[in-house]
């Protein structure tokens, strides 16, 4: 079946520490990726997105992925953690071809200790 | 420049009553999108409109739960006799145009079935 799927379930780490977070789908044609952030108590919002071009793209506070199409993986990075990073991330993918609808893996919930 | 309203916030139901769940799209969007949140998962799609139409409603339950984006007025998510496995955040998100290029979210309703 056609899914998205986030490896991590919780992750924690300390303040400064790099973070990861794996993201991989199972669709084979084009597809729109995106990863969104819910803080704790509030609605998600977009950190970043990819459609076309470079693999590496760069979104809001420090958050950066990589689109490696041979691998079907969307992987979420940032060099550095604070504090206020503390939220759950979700991966979203959008089918071009198929029905319009993001796909959301189950979720990562991150927690930095400071 | 108010984003996407969901109202009520919080919604206390006791089983068997019916809830009402409103969703007003961001201003010039005429996309909307229904999720599910069930404790510790992921958001699932339950039913994309547009005005005055069903697009996909392939995530809906198939009793209890009807959806309806008006032509004039929010979009409505009702759900039927409530019962406790209801008990979800529902989260609305609309987009500008067809491709899901990018969406917006509301905060969520956060409906508890006691």
């Known amino acids: 079946a056609q899914s998205v799927s986030q490896h991590n379930h919780h992750v924690i780490l300390s303040e400064a520490a790099s973070l990861e977070l794996g993201c991989n789908y199972s669709y084979g044609g084009t597809v729109n990726l995106f990863w969104y952030v819910q803080y704790p108590g509030q609605h998600l919002q977009l950190l970043l997105k990819y459609f076309s071009g470079d693999p590496l793209v760069k979104g809001i506070k420090g958050f950066e992925a990589e689109f490696i199409k041979s691998k079907f993986s969307f992987n979420l990075r940032k060099p550095s953690v604070q504090w206020s990073d503390t939220a759950e991330y979700f991966c979203a993918v959008n089918p071009i071809q198929g029905a319009q609808k993001l796909v959301f893996g189950q979720g990562t919930r991150l927690t930095i200790n400071p | 420049n108010a984003g996407v309203m969901q109202n009520p916030r919080h919604l206390v139901r006791r089983r068997g009553q019916e809830a009402r769940l409103r969703c007003s799209p961001m201003k010039g969007h005429s996309h909307v999108y229904w999720y599910r949140q069930l404790p510790e998962e992921g958001l699932k799609f339950m039913v994309y409109?547009?005005?005055?139409?069903?697009?996909?409603e392939s995530g809906m339950p198939k009793e209890r739960f009807s959806a309806e984006f008006p032509k004039e007025g929010p979009s409505i998510l009702r759900i039927q006799q409530v019962v406790r496995g209801d008990s979800a955040a529902y989260f609305c998100a609309s987009s500008a145009g067809q491709g899901l290029r990018e969406a917006f979210f509301g905060q969520g309703t956060r409906l508890t079935v006691v």
């Open positions: 409109l547009q005005k005055e139409n069903i697009i996909d």
